[in-house]
């Protein structure tokens, strides 16, 4: 059973930062592409930012040049860096593991909520 386990959501408030955290249960470096994606209550769940296996990222436009994600294959962990927050970034970020040939895994999701 592959586990995505996310971490380091919370309350902030606008321009500060946070760090997302996805522990897998997998090797992630033999995955295709590991992301984040986020969904706030009424919208359909859509991409933050993906890694592929050999460097790649893409980013929504939305977080271009606040957002970063980056893994360390030793800990099987992906993070995303997020900074200059926004009231609109709240949201529930899920971490998505995309392997080569089955289905996506998800993990439950960790909120993020940004108020002043």
């Known amino acids: 059973q592959v586990q995505l386990v996310e971490s380091g959501g919370g309350l902030v408030q606008p321009g500060e930062s946070l760090r997302l955290s996805c522990a897998a249960s997998i090797n992630i470096a033999t995955i295709y592409s590991m992301g984040w994606y986020r969904q706030s209550p009424g919208k359909q769940r859509g991409l933050v930012a993906t890694?592929?296996?050999?460097?790649?990222?893409n980013y929504a436009d939305s977080v271009k040049g606040r957002f970063t994600i980056s893994r360390d294959n030793s800990k099987n962990t992906v993070y995303l860096q997020m900074n200059s927050l926004k009231p609109e970034d709240t949201a529930r970020y899920y971490c998505?593991?995309?392997?080569?040939?089955?289905?996506?895994?998800w993990g439950q999701g960790t909120q993020v909520t940004v108020s002043s």
């Open positions: 890694l592929t296996r050999g460097g790649s990222t």
């Open positions: 998505n593991a995309k392997p080569w040939t089955s289905s996506d895994y």
